[in-house]
């Protein structure tokens, strides 16, 4: 392969990558990432099928003059979904309608935008057929469960031997840097949310009401003691609460307080853990607290 096909392929990939930087979108349907990479696809050597409940697109790649029993197929993927963040960057591709590819998944595209590209490039040396996935609905809408459900690991015509997929790790290391090793890579992502239930009332007079502010912020605290006093260094867990929301006025206390968080592990055990101590960490700060906690 020449270099101006690599030079014109980069070239095209860090135009690309800005322009699914510009274009975000959320959750489970992203027509406009879709069409766009629909249009990367075009005239290449693909069998392509797009979701029927979400935005999705698995294509596949076949090695030619095998039949497709006696070859076997691996699954390469990238997620498309983006998040509810105001882009302040200044960038001259930067988002513009209120969400932004925070984590990475505009070059996560990009990258498997080039994996097909390169690929079809060399389907006479492929040793077996190649399954694309794109899919949206990574942040917290389950959209690989979406997609597995509608037929994406057999898109072949049989179930894919292998699944690959990378994440950007920008900022931390120097670029061209790649990290692999055996067992887990990434951690389990899960939330919790918990709902602190008092009896509200004016901020002049705290002890005719229940204060439910108080018990969600103790929560927060007390969710990291758990973490660093609950759980094996060498089997760690990260919990993160990033949303909390309680009241509508500063001199009014609310009737009910809440916390959202997210939860990650690197393994089953210690997830399963984490199911169990949180609500009961919470129902006893609600009870210090003279309030009531739900555990969602």
């Known amino acids: 392969m020449g270099s101006g096909f690599l030079n014109t392929l980069k070239d095209d990939l860090v135009a690309l990558r800005h322009e699914f930087h510009g274009i975000p979108e ?6 406009h990432t879709q069409a766009r990479i629909l249009q990367e696809l075009e005239g290449l050597p693909l069998e392509i099928s797009t979701g029927k409940e979400l935005s999705s697109i698995a ?3 076949r090695r030619r003059g095998t ?31 209120g969400n932004m ?6 070059c996560h595209m990009t990258c498997l935008v080039g994996a097909v590209r390169e690929l079809c490039e060399r389907v006479d040396e492929l040793p077996g057929d190649v399954v694309f996935m794109f899919q949206p609905g990574e942040e917290g809408e389950g959209g690989a469960q979406w997609m597995i459900d509608e037929g994406v690991l057999e898109a072949s015509g049989r179930r894919v031997d292998a699944v690959y997929a990378l994440h950007v790790w920008s900022g931390m290391d120097d670029a061209g840097t790649y990290h692999c090793r055996s067992g887990t890579v990434m951690a389990s992502n899960d939330n919790s949310t918990v709902v602190f239930e008092g009896c509200g009332g004016h901020g002049s007079a705290p002890h005719l009401s229940h204060d ?6 103790e929560l927060v605290l007390a969710l990291q003691t758990m973490v660093a006093r609950r759980f094996d260094v060498f089997d760690p867990v990260v919990v993160t609460s990033g ?3 309680a009241g509508t006025a500063r001199n009014v206390i609310p009737e009910d307080a809440t916390v959202e968080s997210t939860l ?3 393994s089953p055990q210690a997830r399963d853990r ?12 609600a009870r210090a607290h003279g309030v009531t906690a739900e555990y969602i």
Do not use: Q
């Open 26 to 31: 959320l959750g489970l349907n992203l027509p």
């Open 59 to 61: 294509a596949v790649l």
């Open 67 to 97: 039949p497709t029993g006696e070859r076997r197929a691996v699954l390469l993927r990238a997620d498309m979904d983006a998040l509810p963040v105001v882009e302040r960057t200044g960038l001259e591709w930067a988002s513009t309608n």
């Open 101 to 106: 590819h925070t984590c990475g998944y505009d």
């Open 212 to 217: 439910p502010v108080p018990a969600a912020a």
């Open 243 to 245: 949303h909390i929301i």
């Open 264 to 266: 990650r592990a690197f």
């Open 274 to 285: 984490l199911f169990k101590l949180i609500p009961e960490v919470a129902h006893g700060v």
